[in-house]
């Protein structure tokens, strides 16, 4: 397939520093992408070669999960140089290429930033362990035992277990909110800060366009390190950690969502301010609070673009009653603010497995994201509706999966390779031995087979694409509430001159609703939705759309 360039270097001259919002930014997991050399691992180059692909999708931006130097206990979430990439991925002057392919295709690029941990083998982790008064021994979170040897106070690891490991060199215990190998570092320390500061820098300097920004809401800790209290069992939920993990049992108001937090992002904020078009999203992974914290983090246009939280990454449903909600909510606690929707990354189970959505609900749901007023994130192998992969236990790599097995499988089914052809076990991934089996449900899915087929979804998510493009309204317009009639959600769009109505039937039976005043002509055809009719009423049919634009003004 031949993909011709959008932008070119003469394009680039006029800056939108605004092009964040309302865009759609597709993730890669890198492990899993693309492998160029054989061992079976993604690398950079795999996602160089790949790039046309993703261009064609019409999406403005890609998220790279993280490639940094590291030992890999969390996959690069644990990371152990912020300033290079780890061999198995390839090289820096592999990334300059990539972002030298991405930008010719007229794509930005967004690098994900781990900064609330990193691994206990980083340098600076290695130092700060090694004595009480070292130059870096106050760089982590560090505090001494109760009388009783037992740790400070009661906080617990999402990855299962006490948030707090004993160091026998310092006879102290470490905080790390996830495993014992990522401890936390301390952000209440001005160098700290600094530092990570300067991470930044390095890679807006090497030309990324943005960073997607880890577990934002975990960077400061309470520094008088106050036990959480405890969560009564009607309000748990298992939106951030399965139902099995003791997480969920308590009310995490010290251990993350501290108000100086806010302090760090407004310092990252001047950084990405001195970049001519420089832009970040959050990830918020709060059960209670996160949109509210969403609101916060993102008001004002000095902290952080855009954030994301967990409402739609949810096992809830997205009924239309559901979707309303979620939408009022964010219209009462984002006002101020931006934000990021998306239904599938690599943390959850993919969306057309956890809701148990037929082909023509993955569509229906594709078109209603696609109108929805925020950023998108769009997660690789979406486009082509890949399913949860069933990974048998002996070929488990995620910690998290391990450790909570058999009721919580973890978060591999979601990061097995990309399919890009059925002529072979390992689908085009590789012509190794894939570091996760491709699940043989997925090779009928394989990206050559949809491409040869004009009805697949990958071509659906295209024009989604494409239709959203076309309408400033859909990219950077108001819209009023969302709204739900029964199984249909429903709201207005309007930029400028331009005002859509846009309905989603999102169940299998026909439904029929009223259309809003006005004279209304019909759009968008080829995503199958429908219009008005004569009857002034929409006829939709089982997971069926209708859009229309305003004539009347």
């Known amino acids: 397939m031949n993909v011709k360039a959008e932008l070119n270097a003469a394009d680039t001259v006029a800056v939108d520093k605004d092009w964040w919002r309302g865009a759609v930014i597709y993730q890669i997991y890198p492990r899993s992408y693309q492998d160029s050399n054989g061992d079976g691992i993604g690398d950079l180059n795999g996602i160089t070669s790949r790039l046309p692909h993703i261009a064609s999708l019409g999406v403005d931006a890609i998220w790279i999960s993280p490639f940094f130097t590291s030992p890999m206990k969390d996959f690069g979430y644990d990371v152990s140089d912020y300033c290079d990439v780890d061999p198995m991925f390839g090289t820096l002057a592999d990334f300059d290429a990539l972002i030298d392919a991405a930008h010719a295709l007229g794509l930005k ?24 008064d070292n130059p870096r021994a106050d760089w982590y979170v560090w505090s001494d035992p109760q009388p009783d040897g037992t740790p400070p106070n009661n906080w617990l690891s999402i990855f299962g277990g006490p ?4 160091d026998a060199r310092r006879e102290q215990y470490y905080l790390h909110n996830f495993l014992t190998s990522q401890p936390d570092l301390n952000f209440h320390n001005a160098d700290v800060q600094d530092a990570l500061l300067d991470v930044a820098r390095f890679w807006l300097d090497r030309g990324v366009d943005g960073f997607r920004l880890d577990t934002i809401n975990f960077y400061v800790h309470d520094k008088q390190l106050r036990s959480n209290p405890a969560l009564p069992p009607e309000e748990r939920d298992d939106t951030i950690a399965p139902r099995v993990n003791p ?20 310092r990252f904020r001047a950084v990405l301010d001195a970049y001519p078009a420089a832009a970040a999203v959050g990830e918020v992974g ?6 509210e914290i969403m609101g916060e983090y993102t008001s004002g246009g000095d902290k952080v ?31 101020e603010g931006w934000a990021c929707l998306a239904f599938s990354n690599h943390d959850v189970i993919r969306h057309a497995s956890r809701w148990a959505l037929a082909p023509a609900a993955q569509r229906a749901l594709c078109t209603l994201m696609m109108c929805l007023r925020g950023s998108l994130c769009l997660y690789q192998g979406e486009e082509l509706g890949l399913t949860e992969a069933d990974v048998p236990f002996d070929a488990l790599q995620d910690p998290y999966g391990i450790e909570f097995w058999p009721e919580f499988k973890g978060r591999d089914g979601c ?38 087929d004009p009805g697949a979804l990958l071509h659906h998510y295209r024009r989604a694409i494409a239709f959203r493009r076309a309408h400033p309204a859909l990219v950077k317009g108001a819209h009023d ?14 930029h400028g001159a331009e005002t859509l109505f846009v309905a989603v039937n999102l169940s299998a039976e026909p439904a029929v609703m009223d259309m809003p005043e006005g004279r209304w002509q019909q759009v968008g055809q080829e995503l199958g939705a429908t219009g008005p009719a004569p ?10 759309p209708a859009l229309a634009v305003r004539l009347d003004g």
Not at 123 to 129: A, D, G, I
């Open 481 to 494: 509430k969302v709204r739900a009639s029964g199984s249909i959600v429903h709201f207005q769009r309007s």
């Open 535 to 544: 009857d002034g009423r929409l006829h939709l049919g089982p997971w069926q």
């Open 305 to 335: 673009h855009m954030c994301y939280s967990f409402e739609f990454l949810s096992g809830s449903a997205p009924s239309a009653e559901r979707v309303a909600h979620v939408m009022g909510q964010i219209d009462d606690k984002v006002a």
């Open 415 to 452: 990061r097995t390779p990309m399919v890009w052809e059925a002529s072979n076990q390992n689908g085009g991934f590789t012509t190794g031995t894939p570091w996760l089996p491709v699940s043989a449900d997925h090779l009928p899915r394989a990206a050559a087979l949809q491409e040869a």
């Open 247 to 266: 997480y969920n049992h308590q009310h995490h108001l010290y251990s993350k969502n501290q108000p100086e937090n806010l302090d760090f992002l407004r």
């Open 286 to 291: 709060d059960a209670q609070m996160g949109l």
């Open 163 to 166: 948030a707090w490991q004993w």
């Open 109 to 132: 690029v967004m690098i994900d930033l781990v900064l609330s941990h990193s691994s206990d083998l980083h340098p600076w982790f290695v130092e700060s362990r090694a004595s009480r």
